[in-house]
């Protein structure tokens, strides 16, 4: 059985700042690269056979972790990168809402959204379905292979597999920094949800507002 890992990076300065990072590229901070080498370490016990990350620098390092343990090379797929924000790139969740709270909302419910320049969620879809076909191609029936991407792209990306609509990725919780989804592929059922939103500890969780998180998941976690 295939098992495919999508694995979000280890946390940015801006995630912890409730800043909205999209295509910006964006360094992990020093609590970011501690939780991808506790990471790494984990799984590296699922014995991967291939490494695949979005190209921005906070996952192609928090692939690099895992590369360091298992000797993978790591494979750069621009497919994967985070979900487009367009004009609120850079801005905090709140100067999000102050610049256009009608687009901001329907961002955040998963809806259409038609402003702002942001990446619809079909094209989004489209480009990491694409990217994680590529993705399990690399390994034999049977392998493993470990993707690293962002919050956002992560959510979606296990929305497309498993044939969700877009209002009930919405209602999924996103991946915590440098946790993952566990998927498995059935001969005859397909893609299952093994287990979603592992991580090596609680404590290496995001430092960001929790009480903002029910309102505004998505800018607290791309």
């Given at each position: 059985m295939?098992?495919?890992i999508?694995?979000?990076?280890?946390?940015?300065?801006?995630n912890?700042?409730?800043r909205i990072q999209g295509h910006t590229d964006i360094d992990l901070d020093d609590l970011g690269?501690?939780?991808a080498v506790a990471a790494a370490s984990r799984l590296a016990e699922m014995h991967p056979d291939?490494?695949?990350s979005s190209d921005l620098r906070r996952a192609a390092d928090t692939a690099a972790a895992l590369a360091a343990v298992t000797g993978l090379p790591v494979h750069h797929d621009d497919r994967l990168r985070e979900r487009f924000l367009g004009d609120i790139q850079g801005m905090t969740g709140a100067e999000a809402d102050v610049f256009d709270a009608p687009a901001v909302g329907r961002w955040r419910r998963g809806e259409h959204v038609g402003a702002a320049n942001i990446e619809e969620i079909p094209a989004l879809s489209a480009r990491l379905s694409a990217a994680l076909e590529a993705a399990v191609a690399r390994v034999d029936h049977g392998g493993t292979v470990v993707v690293v991407t962002h919050g956002g792209a992560a959510k979606y990306a296990v929305g497309s597999l498993l044939d969700w609509p877009a209002d009930v990725s919405s209602r999924v919780m996103g991946l915590a920094n440098c946790h993952w989804s566990d998927l498995r592929r059935h001969p005859t059922?397909?893609?299952?949800?093994?287990?979603?939103?592992?991580g090596v500890a609680p404590a290496l969780e995001p430092l960001v507002d929790r009480s903002r998180l029910a309102d505004a998941p998505e800018s607290a976690r791309v």
């Open positions: 295939t098992r495919l999508i694995w979000r990076h280890g946390q940015t300065a801006w912890a700042s409730d690269r501690a939780q291939a490494i695949v059922r397909g893609w299952l949800l093994w287990s979603h939103n592992v």
